[in-house]
């Protein structure tokens, strides 16, 4: 545990200005955790902003466990991290760009301030901790690596509401660590499948049967007042007449896009299935790897 809580230091942050993309209380757990887990000795922080993380990693840094840089091009964030920070006595060095030819433990990716050549920073068996999803930019990881042919694997971690979480990225890997990833994974994806069925958000997602929902609630609606207004008069019978007819073509169309939105969740279910069928097949050949003797 570290001087604040993560509930007390998302307060804090929280009632800056510009804290609209501060790191959450859970992304502030999660580094805390992987802090004490890896014990890295040099540390980069990229895209640094008001100093959410930052602050974490600061009062790592009192413990004279490592050396830590931070990156952020953006002025205004600069000049509001270096206020934030101003009292710790050892806190990451501020870097407006990555610093070339330095190697680095762990990595935490929460801006876009990481360059093309950038992954070249990461030290053997370096950990990469991203805030959120950034799916671009961990698809450019993942093809640094293999384009080097260093080893990896993807872990997730989202909260118990499936909104936003973090993922980790372990370089080269032990076989053990392999195994507890997918098996991480496929925890993930199954706690995922609740969410989806009852439309709540999964990372920034809306899922599709929310939707489905918000247009046949609309069309619904529609139907009410239309019977309504019809029963006043012959007058407005007519009116009735072609408001049915509009509300039929509504209705008609909303059916239509229904109809794709299950559809498309199904394959999504269906691929979703497929994965954790293929992770459950390789969690069991690594573990047939790792229990199989020697020679």
Known sequence: MFGLTPAEIHAHFSTRSGAEQIATRFAIERLEECLFRYCPARICEVGAGLGTLSWVVSEYLAYGLGEAVAVEDDPWCRSQWQANLAFFKKRPALFEKLPVYEFYDLVILDGPQMPPDGWACLAPRAVVFVEGNRRAQRARLRQYLRNVGRRFCETPSRPPDRSKGVWIVQCDPTARERVASRARRIMEGVRD??????GRPIGKRLAILLLVLFLSSGCAAAGIIAGTISATSD?????????DRTFQAEANEALRQQTEAIRALETELTATRQTLHEDLRAVHDDLQRVLKPGP
């Open 193 to 198: 499948w609740p969410a989806r069925i009852q």
């Open 235 to 243: 007058v407005v019978g007519i009116v009735k007449w072609h408001q």
